[in-house]
């Protein structure tokens, strides 16, 4: 009621500030006039333009829920590759500009959290990873996913033997005699192996891990939950097949991790995604685990954003 009051108090302070001096003070301010239809039309036309947006809130929602309601969601916790950014040591422009700037230039390794209703899987555990979860609030996680062996990707992960809970990890079968465990999170964690495109499930979300080419045995996951898809390429080399081909195809959304702009021995680079993307016609890529032999934060998104490539941040959320 108070809002349409003072749509009311507007109408009338409009129409006068608009009347014709000599003629409109002497009128009425609630009498009709042919002078008054272009208002009558603009209010019309905003009354059509808020129903309408909310019409299409309205829709939204419902294919949401008739999506099955829970979709997913993808919390990137760091973003840089082996060494982060700024590396420690290091005096490049890259390292200098993201310890003067902060903000999206800073990276630390990468991990991502992927949420679907109350499940929370965290993929892979770099060194910082407690100081991640602390800044991202997590306080519960459903199991943990490894790619591969490499210190970037695990070296957290002895970190969960002060977790608060027993803690499922899994890994490929290739990779788990790789990990070294001290004898504390060997009492609390359940680990467990699995092969490539077997698939896990953890209530509605379901996981698929399958193999990628890398220096040392590496899997990238397939997430899907209440209708909605991810695909996670992890440490890739840009040698792919039609397999990766049909993963990536029709997903919402493809995770690709590229230390830098240009080639780079054993890892996709950004123009290898950008070529990907019109190859295979991706919906939306997503580049993450960049070093700081990449271009910054900023040239990067002015150099991808217009091809349909999201760049991560740390802290960046996407929900699907
Ligand atoms: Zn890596
Ligand atoms: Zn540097
Ligand atoms: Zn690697």
């Not at 590759?81 to 390794?109: D, M, Q």
């Not at 306080?139 to 070296?155: M, R, Y």
């Not at 699995?194 to 953890?202: A, E, G, I, V, W």
């Not at 939306?284 to 760049?311: D, F, K, P, W, Y």
Request: aromatic share 10%; net charge neutral.
């Amino acid at each position: 009621m108070k809002m349409s009051g003072k749509l009311h108090g507007k109408w009338r302070s409009e129409s006068r500030a608009k009347s014709k001096p000599g003629h409109g003070s002497e009128k009425p301010a609630y009498s009709f006039t042919p002078g008054r239809i272009p208002y009558i039309v603009r209010h019309i036309f905003e009354f059509l333009k808020i129903a309408s947006k909310k019409y299409v809130e309205f829709v939204e929602e419902l294919i949401y829920h008739l999506k099955g309601g829970i979709g997913l969601k993808i919390r990137f916790l760091g973003t840089g590759a082996a060494e982060g950014i700024p590396s420690f040591g290091c005096t490049c422009p890259r390292c200098t500009l993201a310890r003067e700037k902060k903000g999206p230039n800073v990276r630390g390794r990468s991990s991502l959290l992927i949420e679907a209703e109350d499940q929370r899987i965290l993929v892979d555990t770099p060194p910082e990873i407690s100081l991640q979860m602390n800044q991202a609030d997590i306080f519960d996680l459903t199991a943990i996913l490894l790619s591969h062996e490499h210190f970037d990707h695990i070296g957290g992960l002895t970190e969960f033997e002060y977790w608060n809970q027993v803690l499922p990890i899994f890994t490929g079968y290739d990779v788990l005699p790789k990990l070294r465990l001290t004898p504390r999170l060997k009492s609390r964690a359940l680990l467990s192996d699995f092969h490539s495109h077997s698939r896990l499930h953890f209530g509605g979300l379901t996981v698929m891990p399958f193999k990628v080419i890398h220096h040392v045995p590496c899997y990238g996951f397939e997430f899907e939950a209440g209708g909605a898809r991810i695909v996670h390429f992890a440490d890739s080399d840009s040698a792919l097949s039609n397999l990766h081909r049909h993963l990536a195809q029709e997903a919402d959304a493809v995770i690709f991790h590229t230390p830098t702009f240009d080639a780079k021995r054993h890892h996709l680079c950004v123009q290898d995604v950008l070529a990907l993307v019109q190859d295979w016609s991706l919906k939306h890529a997503v580049i993450t685990h960049i070093n700081h032999n990449n271009i910054n934060h900023e040239e990067l998104m002015a150099r991808v954003s217009s091809m349909g490539v999201t760049v991560a941040y740390d802290s960046l959320i996407l929900e699907i």
